[in-house]
């Protein structure tokens, strides 16, 4: 059964640093989206990326944040400088193009800013 | 925009007892309704989902009916095991038109022995 991936599992980093974290989606999926969950809290939404733009953003999603689809297997998630309230649970989800948007969730990255 | 609000947690039952999860919606139109569930350490899993109203979802035992007189999507098993302890979550795009969900606070559920 197709799944979405995601890597590295778990990311730690320097306050202020450049993390890049990646995510392959299902292969013939057309909508992407990143997530986060910080430790024990609700799911929020950050971005939406569809026909390699990005088609609605949270206000969570701001000029630190970007999105990239380098190629026509992964879509990544760029914070720029890290901060410490960065530290959460990132998850990457795809949808195909049918109007039910089931989405489906990758395993998620952990990232923690020291 | 649209909004859920769920039950608080944690929800603490014995094996093979019933269950039930509370959730309502706030929404302009009738969005498609779904439940998702968090295993321990892992992502995100679509558990199931309706796109009308008195629609019925169900999966694994686990149902939940679009209520449109009532704005709810409450989601209930009749016998819960062990391995249903997860957090669940409620979910609805976040307007008419959106794909993006926009996700309730979480239940967890732990189920005993």
């Known amino acids: 059964e197709p799944e979405v991936t995601q890597t590295p599992s778990h990311q730690v980093t320097q306050m202020g640093q450049e993390v890049i974290l990646r995510c392959v989606p299902i292969s013939n999926h057309l909508y992407f989206y990143w997530y986060r969950q910080i430790l024990g809290q609700k799911v929020e939404f950050l971005v939406s990326?569809?026909?390699?733009?990005?088609?609605?953003k949270s206000e969570i999603f701001d000029d630190q944040f970007s999105v990239e689809r380098p190629d026509g297997s992964n879509f990544t998630l760029k914070i720029r400088s890290t901060k410490l309230e960065d530290s959460a649970m990132y998850f990457c989800?795809?949808?195909?193009?049918?109007?039910?948007?089931?989405?489906?969730f990758g395993p998620g990255t952990r990232l923690t800013v020291l | 925009g649209d909004s859920v609000t769920q039950m608080e947690g944690p929800v603490t039952l014995s094996e093979e007892a019933f269950l039930t999860i509370n959730c309502t919606y706030t929404?302009?139109?009738?969005?498609?309704l779904f439940w998702y569930v968090q295993y321990p350490g892992e992502g995100l899993q679509l558990l199931l989902k309706?796109?009308?109203?008195?629609d019925k979802g169900s999966n694994k035992g686990f149902e939940a009916t679009y209520r449109k007189e009532t704005t709810s999507f409450h989601l209930e098993k009749g016998s819960v095991q062990v391995s249903d302890s997860a957090v669940y979550f409620c979910a609805l795009p976040r307007g008419t038109g959106r794909r993006a969900l926009t996700f309730g606070s979480g239940t967890r559920l732990q189920v005993q022995p």
């Open positions: 989800a795809s949808s195909g193009s049918g109007g039910k948007n089931e989405q489906f």
């Open positions: 309706a796109t009308k109203a008195d």
């Open positions: 929404a302009t139109g009738y969005p498609s």
């Open positions: 990326f569809y026909n390699n733009e990005i088609s609605e």
